[in-house]
């Protein structure tokens, strides 16, 4: 039993060593120590554009006061220390990811009880390569065919498959012996084009290059999921909830924001919607409830 659950059992304890019998009176409760929760990753995890901005956050970073992590911590009254930054990788757990940065790792401690992220995406540029290169083809067909599958083929999910994975299972390492008792979570990428159909209105890839991007994301999610079984870290898998919610999908409906007609100034990332989802699924797959 890790950190976390020992916090939970002494919460339990607490209101057990309170409760009154016939034979003994009341004594007073020991103070329960508040769960240490740090937040990591990039900008699905920071929020990025959501507001109200965290004014204690680096500006570069654009993290948000309404990003899963602070609805997490709200819930379950744990003690946050958020270093989730818009734009990180893997990379960034071990350096400075801007000047004055730390790296991210070195919010962990033997202390640390609960760890959450989503980190992967941005590695080798794939996640904002993919998204401008089948923006830009889908433009110049004006939403016909597959202009982006045809110029990339498989590019883009052989790096996935062997440049991100291998950094993905080196930083998730790092991150448990970083933090040795805690329960360390990272979580897929929740659906950002739909299983059928396509809405060229708001996201300009052609129709034919909107499975070809769901099978980069799904692809993306095996590794994550792969390389948090090797590090023996959980996987939440936001596949099934985000199922109907993507980019396409009307306001109130979306967790994720379209590139055109959109609430949010950074494009293709989740709402306060999304970031709700995210934290509610986190909290059911680690039992936080």
Not at 88 to 97: C, P, S, V
Not at 176 to 202: M, N, Q
Request: hydrophobic fraction near 40%; include cysteine; proline fraction near 7%.
């Amino acid at each position: 039993m890790r950190r976390l659950a020992a916090c939970v059992l002494a919460s339990v304890l607490s209101v057990l060593v309170t409760t009154p019998s016939a034979q003994a009176a009341p004594k007073k409760p020991k103070p329960v120590e508040p769960v240490q929760y740090v937040a990591m990753g990039d900008s699905y995890s920071a929020a990025s554009g959501v507001l109200p901005p965290d004014p204690t956050a680096p500006v570069q970073c654009l993290r948000s006061l309404r990003n899963y992590p602070n609805v997490i911590a709200a819930q379950i009254g744990a003690q946050l220390t958020d270093v989730t930054c818009g734009g990180a990788d893997t990379g960034d757990y071990f350096a400075e990811q801007y000047r004055g940065v730390a790296p991210q790792l070195a919010a962990l401690s033997a202390e640390t009880d609960l760890v959450t992220m989503t980190i992967g995406g941005n590695d080798s540029g794939v996640f904002i390569n993919s998204i401008i290169a089948c923006g830009t083809a889908g433009a110049s067909t004006l939403g016909k065919g597959s202009p982006c599958k045809d110029q990339y083929g498989s590019q883009f999910e052989d790096t996935v498959r062997n440049v991100t994975y291998p950094s993905l299972v080196e930083a998730l390492q790092a991150t448990r012996d970083a933090a040795p008792d805690a329960e360390v979570a990272i979580l897929g990428y929740p659906w950002i084009v739909p299983a059928t159909g396509s809405c060229f209105d708001k996201l300009p890839i052609a129709e034919g290059d909107v499975p070809y991007l769901r099978s980069l994301q799904a692809t993306l999610n095996e590794v994550v999921a792969k390389a948090a079984a090797e590090t023996g870290v959980t996987f939440v898998d936001m596949a099934q909830v985000s199922e109907g919610h993507d980019a396409c999908q009307q306001i109130g409906v979306r967790w994720i924001e379209p590139v055109l007609q959109t609430t949010n100034p950074v494009v293709v990332h989740p709402n306060a919607l999304g970031e709700a989802g995210m934290a509610a699924q986190t909290m059911a797959v680690l039992k936080l409830a």
